[in-house]
């Protein structure tokens, strides 16, 4: 306390000082607070491959949640090689503090500062928000508050940053609304250096901020959303949504025509601390073709387009040798999917694997093909496998368009326990459209199905067999065949559970995990708001709600107070049937996706009816020609 009192003093002293001198000072503060923190590898920066922080425009990449999963984004990594290679850009990093150290900040009264230089938030020219979860928005307030930013973007001015946001949730930020100058739609390689110059451009010119969100809005794929006013009906539906200003009616996602040549980190940060995903990972392609009803990566990703596979070689020897990482992860959507999936795993094998760097797949199909490619690249240790039947009945995959069979679950548990693995994993929803109890039990017996096949082959050799079930609950999204589906009433999940858990009883051997219906119930809600939420978010925040995807910190009583004080109707959102008439809040915000195809796809859903995927022809969704770009497979 009398090095604080000392460091108070001097700042009397000497008057206002720049955040470079108050930086200086507070140094002697921040080390005292890092020896008091559980985890102070999350604030100290400087890790391998450290970008130097240089340049008159200063951006701060905001990730709102800790240092481990903020630190696991590739959006994140890629984003920060292409701004730290633009001329004058200073590019920064921020993470959510966890609470030991919020509660550190607020005691010293010292604001949130960057991984590199420990630059305030405040004195950053933008602030760019990934939005990955909608359970992290009371998050980015907590973010915004510790850093000295204001909350609302009227409260700013030519002094503040900008604060822009993107990622999944930007294609419906509309509960966020009030609190983000500008939201980016699509795929950030291009549009970032564009508003990095469309601001620059503004502070040489001196115009207002007005003007400077009246320039993003001409951006393609920018959305600014002070530019568009709301009306609503009686019933609470909205009645219309209205540019204002000159900004256009629709804004249309950014993509990234090809990925060949596609910016792409080659030697990215490695963290002193152990993080989500520790380890190189190559983006093989980004899209999906398969058309599950209920995803929404699967529809504002698309069009597919590959990586080509000389590329990715290149990658992996420049990664593997800036990283030092003993494990390559091949990411996608659906990473056996990729066009040239068996050729690319033996040359990375070949080129590896005597140097003891591993070669994984985080998703995998339901299939004979993806345990083979399995085998092939887990010869030295078999942890585990883990695939998505989604549902336990045929009649309900069919509705989700799952494309996928029992014959095809059980074949490939076949292929997997016959060529030595012994844990598998399978996930599972409920509460989708259409469900009924039998589905529900439907769970169980495929499960103890996929068991039998396990301990059969066990006989055979040595160990048990370890079977888990991870089950959600159904969050109807944005951009989906799903998007005007209720979501089950919490009451209704939890008899769907207990009726599972009843079923699962009969075999004890198998572990079930379920996701809370409370958890669940709050990301509807804000998946599908809008910006009348926002008074909610700011309420919830306000009452201590942040961290709100980690279990230990999430307070659902809290939550629905907030409603009940800003007069919110949770279940208006979360639990109600849209019509194929009314505007969604996200009607003006374009993933390429027709609506009229969505809606064709939710009625398809409720007569069984498969989509084929669309590598075999067009399916006519649209997406194609409104971007103006098409599916694209690797050496094509």
């Given at each position: 306390?009398?090095?604080?009192?000392?460091?108070?003093?001097?700042?009397?002293?000497?008057?206002?000082?720049?955040?470079?001198?108050?930086?200086?000072?507070?140094?002697?503060?921040?080390?005292?607070?890092?020896?008091?923190?559980?985890?102070?590898?999350?604030?100290?920066?400087?890790?391998?491959?450290?970008?130097?922080?240089?340049?008159?425009?200063?951006?701060?990449?905001?990730?709102?949640?800790?240092?481990?999963?903020?630190?696991?984004?590739?959006?994140?990594?890629?984003?920060?090689?292409?701004?730290?290679?633009?001329?004058?850009?200073?590019?920064?990093?921020?993470?959510?503090?966890?609470?030991?150290?919020?509660?550190?900040?607020?005691?010293?009264?010292?604001?949130?500062?960057?991984?590199?230089?420990?630059?305030?938030?405040?004195?950053?020219?933008?602030?760019?928000?990934?939005?990955?979860?909608?359970?992290?928005?009371?998050?980015?307030?907590?973010?915004?508050?510790?850093?000295?930013?204001?909350?609302?973007?009227?409260?700013?001015?030519?002094?503040?940053?900008?604060?822009?946001?993107?990622?999944?949730?930007?294609?419906?930020?509309?509960?966020?609304?009030?609190?983000?100058?500008?939201?980016?739609?699509?795929?950030?390689?291009?549009?970032?250096?564009?508003?990095?110059?469309?601001?620059?451009?503004?502070?040489?010119?001196?115009?207002?901020?007005?003007?400077?969100?009246?320039?993003?809005?001409?951006?393609?794929g920018v959305y600014v959303p002070s530019l568009y006013n709301f009306t609503y009906r009686a019933d609470g539906t909205i009645e219309a949504i209205q540019p204002t200003g000159g900004a256009p009616g629709t804004i249309t996602k950014r993509v990234v025509?090809?990925?060949?040549?596609?910016?792409?980190?080659?030697?990215?940060?490695?963290?002193?601390?152990?993080?989500?995903?520790?380890?190189?990972?190559?983006?093989?392609?980004?899209?999906?073709?398969?058309?599950?009803?209920?995803?929404?990566?699967?529809?504002?990703?698309?069009?597919?387009?590959?990586?080509p596979q000389s590329e990715l070689l290149d990658l992996a020897e420049k990664l593997v040798s800036s990283t030092g990482y003993d494990e390559i992860s091949l990411a996608s959507l659906s990473s056996s999917d990729y066009s040239k999936i068996a050729e690319l795993t033996r040359a990375l094998l070949a080129k590896y694997g005597e140097m003891g760097v591993g070669v994984s797949l985080p998703s995998l199909r339901t299939d004979k093909f993806a345990i083979e490619l399995a085998q092939s690249i887990e010869k030295v240790r078999k942890t585990g496998l883990t695939f998505a039947p989604e549902a336990g009945s045929q009649r309900l995959r069919d509705v989700i368009n799952k494309g996928v069979t029992e014959d095809d679950l059980l074949t490939t548990a076949h292929a997997a326990f016959s060529t030595g693995w012994r844990r598998l994993k399978l996930y599972f929803m409920i509460g989708l459209p259409t469900e009924t109890d039998e589905d529900v039990q439907a769970i169980g017996e495929l499960a103890r199905k996929v068991l039998a096949i396990g301990r059969e082959h066990a006989k055979r050799g040595k160990g048990g067999v370890e079977l888990s079930l991870s089950v959600s609950t159904f969050v109807p999204k944005p951009q989906t065949p799903f998007q005007w589906e209720p979501q089950p009433l919490r009451e209704e999940i939890r008899r769907r559970q207990k009726l599972l858990r009843d079923e699962m009883s009969k075999t004890r051997s198998i572990k079930l995990s379920l996701h809370e219906p409370e958890d669940s119930f709050l990301e509807a809600v804000l998946a599908r708001g809008d910006r009348r939420l926002a008074s909610a978010i700011l309420a919830a925040w306000q009452a201590g709600c942040h961290f709100d995807s980690w279990s230990e910190q999430f307070s659902f009583r809290t939550w629905l107070e907030a409603f009940q004080k800003t007069g919110v109707d949770p279940a208006f959102y979360a639990n109600r049937q849209r019509q194929e008439t009314e505007i969604l809040p996200w009607d003006h915000l374009k993933s390429g996706l027709k609506k009229s195809f969505l809606w064709q796809e939710r009625l398809r859903a409720y007569r069984g009816e498969l989509t084929a995927d669309c590598r075999g022809g067009c399916r006519g969704c649209g997406v194609c020609p409104e971007l103006g770009v098409a599916n694209h497979l690797a050496g094509e």
């Open positions: 306390m009398y090095a604080e009192a000392a460091i108070c003093g001097i700042i009397l002293e000497k008057g206002p000082l720049s955040w470079r001198e108050r930086i200086l000072i507070d140094q002697k503060m921040w080390d005292a607070i890092l020896s008091r923190v559980e985890k102070p590898a999350r604030y100290i920066g400087g890790e391998w491959n450290q970008t130097p922080s240089e340049g008159d425009l200063a951006v701060c990449l905001a990730f709102p949640d800790v240092y481990e999963v903020g630190m696991s984004h590739l959006g994140l990594k890629i984003l920060y090689q292409i701004l730290s290679q633009k001329p004058g850009v200073a590019v920064e990093r921020a993470f959510a503090p966890w609470l030991d150290m919020e509660r550190e900040l607020q005691a010293a009264n010292l604001p949130l500062v960057s991984m590199e230089s420990h630059r305030p938030l405040a004195e950053f020219q933008i602030l760019g928000f990934t939005l990955q979860y909608e359970l992290s928005y009371t998050n980015v307030l907590q973010m915004l508050s510790l850093g000295k930013v204001p909350l609302f973007t009227e409260e700013r001015t030519e002094k503040h940053p900008l604060v822009i946001a993107g990622g999944p949730c930007a294609f419906n930020p509309e509960p966020l609304a009030p609190f983000l100058d500008a939201v980016v739609l699509g795929e950030g390689e291009d549009v970032i250096c564009e508003i990095v110059d469309c601001y620059r451009k503004w502070q040489e010119d001196g115009f207002s901020r007005g003007e400077l969100l009246m320039a993003l809005a001409k951006i393609p025509e090809d990925l060949a040549g596609a910016p792409y980190p080659e030697n990215w940060l490695v963290p002193y601390t152990e993080i989500v995903h520790d380890r190189v990972m190559l983006e093989i392609m980004r899209g999906c073709t398969r058309g599950c009803r209920f995803c929404q990566a699967g529809g504002i990703y698309r069009p597919l387009r590959e990586r």
